[in-house]
Nanobody, 126 residues
Framework: QVQLLESGGGSVQAGGSLRLSCAAS????????MGWFRQAPGKEREGVAS???????RYVDSVKGRFTISKNNAGNTLYLQMNSLKPEDSALYYC????????????????????WGQGTQVTVSS
């Protein structure tokens, strides 16, 4: 099992920045792909970014150039640096991990992830 705990959410004005963190524990040595997702009220959960064990990164178009996903060398902490935030970025942000996807299969798609955190709220005001 892998446990995930997000932190760093909060309220900011449009144009501001936040940095989310996700601490992973448990059988983290077996994790091959991690990602950030978000879900706004009344909407489906959507992918934001993913990073695989070798550091290959993918972003969804809506956050390219504004968000940066990264992880520490040990691979047990995931980050999401969010700059130039917009009101439409407001959502509950989740960290996720999987042991069954890597390389080109490590995509910010909710269906490939098996372990999820509880989420951290990000609110961007105009």
């Amino acid at each position: 099992q892998v446990q995930l705990l997000e932190s760093g959410g909060g309220s900011v004005q449009a144009g501001g920045s936040l940095r989310l963190s996700c601490a992973a524990s448990g059988y983290t040595y077996s994790v091959t792909c991690m990602g950030w997702f978000r879900q706004a009220p009344g909407k489906e959960r959507e992918g934001v970014a993913s990073i695989d064990i070798d550091g290959d990164i993918r972003y969804v178009d809506s956050v390219k150039g504004r968000f940066t996903i990264s992880k520490n060398n040990a691979g047990n902490t995931l980050y999401l640096q969010m700059n130039s935030l917009k009101p439409e970025d407001s959502a509950l942000y989740y960290c996720a991990a999987t042991r069954s996807a890597a390389g080109s299969w490590c995509l910010p798609s909710p269906r490939i992830f098996h372990y999820w955190g509880q989420g951290t709220q990000v609110t961007v005001s105009s």
